[in-house]
């Protein structure tokens, strides 16, 4: 052959892959587990989820956390997730087991706190027929969960169990049940990682749309009384450096609820403390008396507001949440923003410096008044003179 002609393709063999190990379905929840980077979880055993433990207790990676009821799991879990911004994983057994989780997802699903918890279901044959601990959890849990799974095979648990984690860990947290029957955790499947993640219509949205920015900045601008109301999300988001940036660049007052307590400093000259029926007077009547309210992942609860049609009556909303099922559930927004706050939060900051450049705002007649309210209204208790301790001086004293 000479040096020119050309030479034939030479096919090669095709790449050999591994075949994936099979392993029984409770192998498969454990090891879904691990490869997630689950390294606690909180559970009570129980029949139905019984097969979950021995690979559970033989695991070196995850920690198993026993409690004395399931309602414990579900509560340790959550505090766990707001703990370390990680998923809480909590885990019971069918029918009692999975009922008693009950108040803690719902617990989660009202304080957005991501949470999975993964319950035993009776055998899939005996389904239906009010077999020994059976109960419907998935349609029990359906109103306080993001989503919840039902797995009747061992070949979707680790399917389920990783869009569980996706689900209740992206967009506005939450929990996520999957419900296992008892012969899928038996049976033995094929463990194929990563699995294939299908979840039509989900997509959170994080990137807020740049004109209702431009329009958030500018009330901000050139509103007299404004007030930046602070929720929970700012703690969900992470997002306490990109406040108290945007505070200090505006100079606004700042509230925030008993969700988001720690967001951003007491100490700090612009906190006026916790709004609402536990709240301090000057927040209260802050957001009362304000001609512009910023709502930064907070959502109008009744324990703020009271009577939702009285509150701050010559208000303009500027509202801000990952969840577009919050905006104008409560009070209509004039300027609605869906996004993650901890990024709205960057982009709002570029755009009020820009604008404030063009007309400076000027909060002096208001920060007088707010002023005004802390001299009046301090913070503080009466000693007491009958030789006893006040509440508020032993909390004064644990917190020194």
Known sequence: MSIDSPTAAVPRPPARTA????????QAVVRSLDLLGVTDVFGLPGGAIMPVYDPLMDDEHVRHILVRHEQGAGHAAEGYAAASGKVGVAIATSGPGATNLVTAIADAYMDSVPLVCITGQVFSTLMGTDAFQE?????????????SFLVKTAEEIPGAIAAAFEIASTGRPGPVLVDITKDAQQAEAPFVWPPKIDLPGYRPVTKAHGKQIQAAAQLLATAQKPVLYVGGGSIRANASAELKVLAEATGAPVVTTLMA????????????????????????????????????????????????????????????????????????????????????????????????????????????????????????????????????????????
């Open 261 to 400: 307590r720690g967001a951003f400093p007491d100490s700090h000259e612009q906190h006026l403390g916790m709004p609402g029926m536990h709240g301090t007077v000057p927040a209260v009547l802050a957001l009362q008396e304000s001609d512009l309210i910023v709502s930064l992942g907070a959502r109008f609860d009744d324990r703020v507001t009271g009577k939702a049609s009285l509150f701050a009556p010559n208000a303009q909303v500027v509202h801000v949440d990952i969840d577009p099922a919050e905006i104008s559930k409560i009070r209509t927004a004039d300027v609605p923003i869906v996004g993650d706050l901890k990024e709205v939060l960057v982009d709002l900051d570029a755009a009020f410096r820009a604008a404030d450049a063009e007309h400076p705002h000027d909060y002096t007649e208001w920060w007088t008044y707010l002023n005004g309210l802390r001299e009046e209204f301090p913070l503080g208790y009466t000693p007491t003179s009958d030789g006893l301790l006040s509440p508020q001086y032993v909390i004064q004293r644990i917190g020194e």
């Open 19 to 26: 075949p994936a190990p099979v392993m029984s379905g409770a």
């Open 135 to 147: 109960a419907d959890i998935v349609g029990i849990t359906m109103p306080i969960t993001k989503h």
